[in-house]
């Protein structure tokens, strides 16, 4: 089958560096994405990785390791509106489906 | 201004009556998606569309249609079939079914009386 692994919480303090992890089991796939979400709100997209390696966006960066079915994203000088839940999706080369991960939830502490 | 809209953003409807969700983007993009999303869950796949007058089902489409008949337009409809219909309901968009960066809507929360 085709799954997403995140740690379900992350808790880390305002200007410190977080990572949060993501495990796929997947026959094919385009890329792997992440997305934010805060509470009561829609998804917004952060970064995308295509190939492997490191994609940085401002404070936020992705990685990606097909030989390894694994894929981080990094947030940098953490901030209190960073507190939110993250989300690694794919979509599957066979059918063009897109699947998420259940998300982990940042708690960002002053 | 372009985006995706859904309307309502709140929804009560009595036990085994269907409803109908809309969702509209003017993104001018092929792709659009359902998804539903559960108290502290992740997303999961109802029904997508990669282009007009097609659709396929995603991981949970018993008791939930669709239509796509046209580009800016996928409403989802909830029937009586659907056991456990309250939640969050998530309409997204994309360029094409191979794009990963998907636009959502503000969301649509079904409560079933």
């Known amino acids: 089958g085709q799954s997403l692994e995140q740690p379900s919480e992350v808790t880390a303090v305002e200007g410190a560096i977080v990572q949060i992890n993501c495990t796929y089991q997947?026959?094919?796939?385009?890329?792997l994405s992440w997305y934010q979400q805060h509470d009561g709100g829609a998804p917004t997209f952060l970064s995308y990785n295509a190939l492997d390696g490191l994609e940085e966006t401002g404070r936020f960066s992705s990685f990606l390791s097909r030989s390894d079915s694994y894929g981080y994203l990094l947030l940098q000088e953490l901030q209190m509106k960073d507190s939110a839940s993250y989300f690694c999706?794919?979509?599957?080369?066979?059918?063009?489906?897109?699947?998420f991960g259940a998300g982990t939830r940042l708690f960002v502490k002053a | 201004d372009g985006g995706i809209t859904q309307s309502p953003k709140y929804l009560f409807r009595k036990e085994g009556q269907n409803v109908t969700l809309s969702c509209e983007q003017n993104?001018?993009?092929?792709?659009m998606y359902w998804y539903r999303q559960d108290p502290g869950q992740g997303l999961r796949l109802i029904y997508y569309?990669?282009?007009?007058?097609?659709?396929q089902k995603g991981d949970i489409a018993e008791g939930y249609s669709v239509s796509r008949e046209k580009k800016e337009s996928f409403p989802l409809t909830v029937t009586s079939a659907q056991k456990n219909p309250t939640a969050f309901y998530l309409c997204?968009?994309?360029?094409?079914?191979?794009?990963?960066?998907?636009?959502f809507g503000p969301g649509t929360r079904l409560t079933v009386l």
């Open positions: 999706a794919l979509i599957n080369t066979g059918g063009f489906k897109t699947i």
């Open positions: 997947t026959s094919g796939f385009y890329g």
């Open positions: 993104l001018n993009h092929d792709a």
């Open positions: 569309s990669q282009i007009v007058n097609d659709f």
């Open positions: 997204a968009s994309s360029i094409d079914g191979t794009h990963n960066e998907q636009f």
